[in-house]
C-alpha cells in the first residue's frame, strides 16, 4: 500500500510538472486504480491526442527509472493503455460540471 501511495503521490507531481513546463493548467485531477481524470486547459494549438502523449510518455518513462519495481510487476510492458477519452467544454458540459465530475470520483467504490 504504502508503495501505491508513493507512485500515486508522484504521479500528481509529474503532471504539474509538466504542465507547467508545457504552460498547460490543470483544472482537476483524479487518480484512480486503473484510469486518470484530467481536466486540463491548454492552447488550441495543442491537439488532445499529442497533450495525452506529453504526459504518457513522460509520467511512464520516470516512474519505470524511480521505481523499477513497476516494470517488473507489468512484466516490462507499459504502464498506460494505448487509449485515452477526450472531451470539450462548452454549453452542455461546462467547466464547473467537469471539475465536480472529477472531485466526486475518489467517493466511488470499486469491488476488487
Do not use: C, N
Not at 45 to 54: D, E, H, L, S, Y
Not at 61 to 68: D, M, R
Amino acid at each position: 500500500m504504502f508503495l501505491f501511495i508513493s507512485i500515486e503521490k508522484r504521479v500528481k507531481e509529474l503532471f504539474y510538472e509538466i504542465a507547467e513546463k508545457h504552460d498547460f493548467e490543470i483544472l482537476g485531477m483524479e487518480l484512480m486504480p486503473d484510469h486518470v481524470h484530467l481536466f486540463v486547459s491548454a492552447a488550441p494549438k495543442w491537439a488532445p491526442g499529442k497533450i495525452v502523449g506529453i504526459f504518457k510518455t513522460i509520467i511512464s518513462k520516470i516512474i519505470f527509472e524511480e521505481f523499477p519495481q513497476v516494470k517488473k510487476k507489468l512484466w516490462g510492458t507499459h504502464l498506460w493503455g494505448a487509449g485515452y477519452y477526450a472531451a470539450s467544454v462548452g454549453d452542455k458540459v461546462t467547466a464547473e460540471m467537469a471539475k465536480k465530475y472529477i472531485g466526486h470520483q475518489r467517493q466511488i467504490s470499486f469491488d476488487w
